[in-house]
């Protein structure tokens, strides 16, 4: 199937979802934004769920994870706030200026539904019991994930009354710092795949001569970011940390691991390249 004709099956699964969460939230609104926009999120996790099942491909869902918070966000400013303040313009402009820039990266990587992420291949070897992995490994866990992430949003979104201060300044910078990490390294890595290269070459130049995996610290970064603009609106919403550091875990116990194994497998020289970088704060790196 062509990539084509791929991404216009991709776009239906996401407005199916779409209508699918729209439709929980007019049910489920109540008095509770954040209850209702959970559950729309579980719904729409379920349609993106029966797309990658019946197209045959889990990648269907890998956009998610950039496509949902933007809609989610602003959901909850709707619902919450009577105003528009700085503060929420400045969160929603730099969460859709990720999410954008997210989705247009992997749209770049991305071939069509004959193109399937690696991390998956492994678990299709399970048989039948592949797609429930799928289900709650591949799509559910990683929704339950960026909705923590997403709740600092609430306190940010919603209090208006709060005048600007230091902390949204280091929001600011944070996750505009967080970005541009993010996007940077990728670029790097896009220039370095397109070169010339030499058998077992890595990648050891700009922001991954500081760290393995300069994108993931980008990606944790900008929660870290959404996190302190939730605490500048709101201290007494101190607890939304979790989100933050549930996303941290992932990339530090599941995300950078299973990418060190496979450079290790593809790489006779990552070992010594593990040994002298970081892996995933950028640092000086040792001397080999």
Known sequence: MSKNRSLLLCLLAYLVAALAAAGVCRLAGGDSPVLAAAFADLAATIVIFAFSLGLDNSSVYDPYWSVAPFPIGLYWMVRFSA?????????????LFWAVRLTANWLRRWRGLADEDWRYADYRRLGVA?????????????????????VSLV?????GSRSVGVIDLLALAVTAAAIGIESTADKQLRRFLASKKAPGEILDTGLWALSRHPNYFGEVLFWWGVYLFGLAANPAWWWTIIGPIAIT???LGVSVPMMDKRMLAR??????HMGIRSGLVPLPGRRA
């Open 83 to 95: 105003g528009v303040t700085p503060r929420q313009l400045v969160l929603l402009a730099l969460v």
């Open 130 to 150: 592949y797609w429930p992995i799928s289900f709650l490994g591949f799509h559910l866990f990683p929704t339950i994930l960026v909705f923590l992430g997403c």
């Open 155 to 159: 306190p940010a979104l919603s209090e």
């Open 249 to 251: 875990g992932l990339f």
């Open 267 to 272: 790489h006779p020289g990552y070992a010594a």
